[in-house]
């Protein structure tokens, strides 16, 4: 579904990752774990085509497309969603005009009419529902005023909405208590088909109790160090990055 | 004096005619006002008031000068002066600042004025439309003139539109004043649809009374140049004002807002919400005084004018003034110029909303505040429909028109 070959990428002439390789098939969890700086956020910045990143070497494919001509809607379209690790607030633009032109873009972009109203609201409801998202939230602006748990929980809902094939899920952990925590990765686990992909960005193995990784990479100094299956993110845990640093000589 | 000289002569030439088909309380005013004129010119950028405003510039063009009474079926409680009641005819030009030369060229040649006069305890059910459409082949000119008398207890909603259907150069001059007997309520909306070839020069004069409740907001949807001059004068304890407006500028265009509310009693409220979107090479400015004067005590006031630049050329000027003669009040006042906000619009794309669409999304969001706050809930929703036809370059101007593509 996903491959990277030797990523390089930097912000403002520095570079942050220098040679990521990446191979992510259908249906499979990747977890990618590494320190602060490590270079984790950037990649999923990159992957979905943020234009603060400037690529200077490497390639990424998406289901056998070059994506790295895309835009970001485009990339959107193809099946592509973050889930932010910080939410921006939009205050002003409602959660249903914010929904409604993401799935009705998306639905262009396949050659499809626009929703009609009716339906659009129905399905508003029922994913709603199915992530447990108050209803007093999507009647309110985009993230404004929500609480942290509240963020990654409409973050989920939009995915909901949006049925992409491939999520990344950048420290959805972070900032969550572990009631929220379990929500919302359940609410993930709920959404997913078996084709769906995931890379899983994060320090701790906790999410990793819901969201079971197929397999996991360890992120230092911008390359990929370690890769291994999921007793690796266990390891971490009980351990730390020094011995991994230690192995591979940093 | 070149620019002044062509109204004067145009008003010494016509001054028979004018007085023939007007009123007397308005001709009793007109050689005053031609003195006042005459005398002081054109306000030039030194004067504070007109700082943002290119006045010679804008009345220079030689424009065709309309002397037409109004015409068409009145809305309810509106007469034409000459139809107005002796008690509304004393009122003409007694609120208007007549020190203003813009006010005074108004004077002097406006020819008719539409008087709303709302009586005691009346509440007035349906929205007061008041609608002026610019049409015409040639460069035109006009000078309006509106007095609106809320006696006691009175209610209404007025609506002024200002249109222009056809593609000549407009110039409207345009004058309202604005008594508010005790205890009643007004909310008087205007909104400019008009194109790039219009200049409005407006200026609303306001008096409110005890316990009065005026609500205002001015909002600028396309136009060529403008200049909304707005002065309240909250002489009766408990009165409150409201006074918002947004602005929406792209291309050359220009909006200059200058308001002075003016606390002279105690015990009264005050409340100003102005935001600007522009765009392109937009020039806006806004200068807003809260004049809190001597014994006013218990002034509570709030001045907030926030803008949005979309591009580097766009350009926004802004005053916030608070100017306080009284020790027991709350004042606020404060000013923003910002950017797009790149992290909302990075969102957006990544949830498949094109970069164009994103903007749209973000500039509509940033004025829905003012819209919001408008009580005449057919009318938000009217004008949530507007703005977003405005910024998806929808909005119908004239017709077959090319020049606002």
């Known amino acids: ?250 | 004096m070149n620019a002044e000289k062509q109204y004067i002569d145009f008003y010494k030439e016509v001054k028979d005619t004018i007085a023939e088909r007007s009123s007397q309380e308005m001709n009793t005013c007109r050689e005053a006002a031609l003195h006042t004129f005459a005398t002081q010119g054109f306000p030039l950028p030194k004067v504070e008031r007109y700082r943002y405003a290119k006045v010679e510039a804008d009345f220079s063009p030689d424009y065709g000068i309309a002397l037409t009474p109004i015409n068409g079926p009145l809305p309810p409680h509106c007469f034409r002066i000459a139809e107005a009641t002796p008690y509304a005819r004393t009122l003409y030009n007694k609120v208007a600042d007549t020190s203003d030369s813009i006010v005074a060229l108004n004077t002097m040649l406006s020819v008719d004025t539409l008087v709303v006069h709302v009586p005691k305890g009346t509440r007035v059910e349906h929205p007061i439309q008041i609608n002026n459409t610019l049409k015409g082949e040639q460069d035109t000119m006009v000078c309006r003139r509106i007095l609106i008398i809320m006696e006691e207890l009175a209610q209404a909603d007025v609506i002024i539109t200002d249109r222009a259907t056809s593609q000549s150069r407009f110039l409207t001059n345009q004058v309202v004043e604005v008594v508010m007997h005790d205890g009643s309520h007004l909310s008087l909306y205007e909104t400019e649809e008009t194109h790039l070839l219009c200049t409005r020069y407006s200026s609303v004069f306001v008096r409110q009374g005890r316990n009065s409740t005026f609500h205002h907001t001015n909002l600028t949807l396309f136009n060529g140049h403008t200049r909304n001059r707005l002065d309240v004068q909250l002489q009766g304890e408990g009165s409150e004002v409201t006074a918002n407006g947004c602005v929406i500028a792209d291309k050359m265009q220009r909006v200059d807002n200058n308001t002075l509310i003016d606390h002279q009693v105690p015990n009264c409220r005050s409340n100003e919400l102005y935001k600007y979107v522009l765009d392109d090479n937009a020039v806006g400015a806004f200068a807003g005084k809260i004049l809190v004067r001597e014994g006013a005590q218990k002034t509570v006031s709030k001045e907030t004018n926030a803008n949005l630049c979309a591009t580097r050329s766009a350009r926004m000027y802004t005053q916030p003034m608070l100017e306080i003669y009284a020790d027991d009040v709350k004042c606020s006042h404060g000013s923003t110029v910002g950017q797009m906000d790149d992290a909302a619009l990075f969102y957006m794309r990544q949830r498949g909303i094109d970069e164009k669409e994103a903007r749209l999304l973000l500039k509509a969001a940033f004025i829905t505040e003012v819209i919001e706050s408008i009580p005449l809930e057919s009318l938000r929703d009217r004008l949530h429909v507007l703005v977003d036809k405005r910024l998806r370059g929808e909005l119908s101007k004239c017709e077959g028109c090319k020049l606002c593509q």
């Open chain 1, 1 to 250: 579904m996903l491959q990277i070959n030797n990523l390089h990428a930097s912000i403002n002439g520095k570079e942050i990752l220098k040679g990521i390789n990446l191979n992510v098939r259908d249906g499979e969890i990747h977890a990618v774990m590494g320190l602060n700086g490590a270079g984790k956020s950037t990649l999923s910045n990159v992957i979905v085509g943020h234009p603060a990143y400037e690529v200077t070497q490497g390639s990424i494919t998406f289901n056998g497309k070059d994506i790295l001509p895309l835009k970001p809607e485009e990339r959107a379209h193809e099946g592509i969603f973050l889930s932010f690790q910080q939410p921006t607030e939009i205050p002003g633009v409602s959660m249903v005009n914010f929904m409604r032109a993401a799935l009705n873009a998306k639905r262009k972009y396949q050659g499809q009419e626009p929703m009609p109203a009716g339906a659009f609201l129905k399905l508003m409801r029922e994913k709603r529902q199915l992530v447990e998202l108050d209803s007093k939230l999507t009647s309110r602006s985009v993230n404004e005023g929500f609480s942290g748990g509240e963020k990654k929980r409409n973050e989920i809902f939009q995915m909901a909405m949006l049925e992409p094939t491939l999520c990344i899920l950048d420290e959805t952990d972070s900032g969550l208590d572990v009631d929220a925590l379990r929500v919302v990765a359940e609410g993930f686990n709920k959404l997913r088909k078996p084709e769906t992909s995931a890379i899983v960005i994060t320090h701790y193995q906790r999410l990793l109790d819901y969201i079971k990784p197929d397999i996991v990479h360890v992120l230092i100094d911008g390359r990929i160090v370690k890769t291994a299956g999921p007793e690796l993110a266990i390891e971490i845990e009980n351990r730390g990055f020094d011995w991994i640093k230690e192995e591979v000589g940093l």
